[in-house]
C-alpha cells in the first residue's frame, strides 16, 4: 500500500464544475503540499498546510490531521486549470518529501 | 527571475553518453533537492544537499549518478554511462530552511532527459 494515496486517478470535468481532488496518508507528517504540474511543465506549489484550510483565489485545500486526509478544491473550475495536481507529504522524521501519483485533471469548454 | 532554474530544459543522449544538467536555486535558499519524475509517475527523490553538504545521496540509482554543489548555490547532477531507463524529467527543488516544519520547496521546471 502506497505511504500517499490520491483519488480520483483521472478527472475530467465541464468547465463552471466543482472539482473535489483527495489525498490520503499513512505516515507521520509534518507537512502537506499540493502542486499543480502542467504538461512539460514544472511543478508549482499550490498549497502547503499542517492544520485547517487555505484559500487561494478559487483554489481551496484542506486537512485533517486525525483522519490523516486533505482535499483540494477548484471552484467554477476553467480549462487552463486542466494538469496534474499532485499531494505530497512530509514525513515528521525527516526532510523528504512522499509523493501521491498525482490526479490528471482535464476541464472541458 | 527569481526562481529556481534548470539547464538544459531539453536533452538527448545516445546510450552509454555522459550528460550534466545544471540548476541555479533561489538565492540564498540553504537546502536542494533532486527528484526524478519517469513519464506518467510522481517525482522520486534522489538526494539533498545542505548547503555544499551532500547530506542524503540514498535516492540514487546507481553509481552512474553522481551530484555535486560545491559552492552552496548551483548544483550539477551528472549521470554517466547513460542508460534508457534514465530517461526522465529531473526535477530541482531549493528551500529556504533546513528545518522539517514548514519548510515549503520551490521547483524548478525540470530537465527532460531522453536517451535513445
Known amino acids: 500500500k502506497n505511504e500517499v494515496e490520491q483519488s480520483p486517478q483521472n478527472l475530467t470535468a465541464q468547465e463552471g464544475e466543482f472539482i473535489t481532488i483527495n489525498c490520503s496518508y499513512s505516515?507521520?507528517?509534518?507537512?502537506l503540499h499540493w502542486l499543480q504540474q502542467h504538461p512539460g511543465g514544472g511543478i508549482v506549489s499550490l498549497f502547503m498546510?499542517?492544520?485547517?484550510?487555505k484559500k487561494h483565489g478559487r483554489l481551496i485545500a484542506t486537512i485533517n490531521i486525525q483522519e490523516k486526509h486533505s482535499s483540494l478544491h477548484i471552484t467554477a473550475s476553467h480549462p487552463r486549470d486542466s494538469a496534474v495536481y499532485i499531494c505530497a507529504v512530509r514525513s515528521d522524521s525527516n526532510y523528504q518529501l512522499i509523493w501521491g501519483a498525482g490526479t490528471k485533471l482535464i476541464i472541458k469548454p | 527571475g527569481a526562481g529556481v532554474s534548470q539547464s538544459p530544459r531539453y536533452k538527448v543522449a545516445k546510450r552509454g553518453q555522459d550528460v550534466a544538467l545544471r540548476c541555479d536555486p533561489i538565492s540564498g535558499h540553504v537546502s536542494l533537492f533532486w527528484y526524478q519524475q519517469a513519464l506518467g509517475q510522481g517525482p522520486e527523490f534522489l538526494t539533498y544537499f545542505q548547503n555544499e553538504a551532500q547530506l542524503d545521496k540514498s535516492g540514487l540509482p546507481s553509481d552512474r549518478f553522481f551530484a555535486e554543489r560545491p559552492e552552496g548555490s548551483v548544483s550539477t547532477l551528472k549521470i554517466q554511462r547513460t542508460q534508457q531507463e534514465d530517461s526522465a524529467v529531473y526535477l530541482c527543488?531549493?528551500?529556504?530552511?533546513?528545518?522539517?516544519?514548514?519548510?515549503?520547496?520551490?521547483f524548478g521546471p525540470g530537465t527532460r532527459l531522453t536517451v535513445l
Open positions: 498546510l499542517s492544520s485547517g484550510k
Open positions: 505516515v507521520g507528517i509534518s507537512a
Open positions: 527543488a531549493s528551500s529556504h530552511r533546513t528545518g522539517l516544519k514548514d519548510n515549503e520547496q520551490f
